[in-house]
Nanobody, 112 residues
Framework: QVQLVESGGGLVQAGGSLRLSCAAS????????MGWYRQAPGKQRELVAR???????NYADSVKGRFTISRDNAKNTIYLQMNTLKPEDTAVYYC??????WGQGIQVTVSS
């Protein structure tokens, strides 16, 4: 099975950018759809972006045009480039594999 470790979170001002990385291990990675989810205080966890083995992507309407998900199968890594960040993007972000595995989560805080 894979292990997922996120990095790149932190505090940023509204309008700024961050790039999240999720490093994976295990042979399942290259056969799996991967995604980024987020959970804000008092809210349900929601899908932010998803990417298939072949690179097909899907985005939540709230981030479409601002966020970009990508993957490098050779490096067993997926990324989430987040631009034009808004305070409502503040949440804990989780890397996910379709097998049901999750990363530990990292905090993203956007101040206004």
């Amino acid at each position: 099975q894979v292990q997922l470790v996120e990095s790149g979170g932190g505090l940023v001002q509204a309008g700024g950018s961050l790039r999240l990385s999720c490093a994976a291990s295990g042979s399942i990675f290259r056969f799996s759809t991967m995604g980024w989810y987020r959970q804000a205080p008092g809210k349900q966890r929601e899908l932010v972006a998803r990417i298939t083995i072949g690179g097909r992507t899907n985005y939540a309407d709230s981030v479409k045009g601002r966020f970009t998900i990508s993957r490098d199968n050779a490096k067993n890594t997926i990324y989430l480039q987040m631009n034009t960040l808004k305070p409502e993007d503040t949440a804990v972000y989780y890397c996910n594999c379709e097998t049901g595995l999750w990363g530990q989560g990292i905090q993203v805080t956007v101040s206004s």
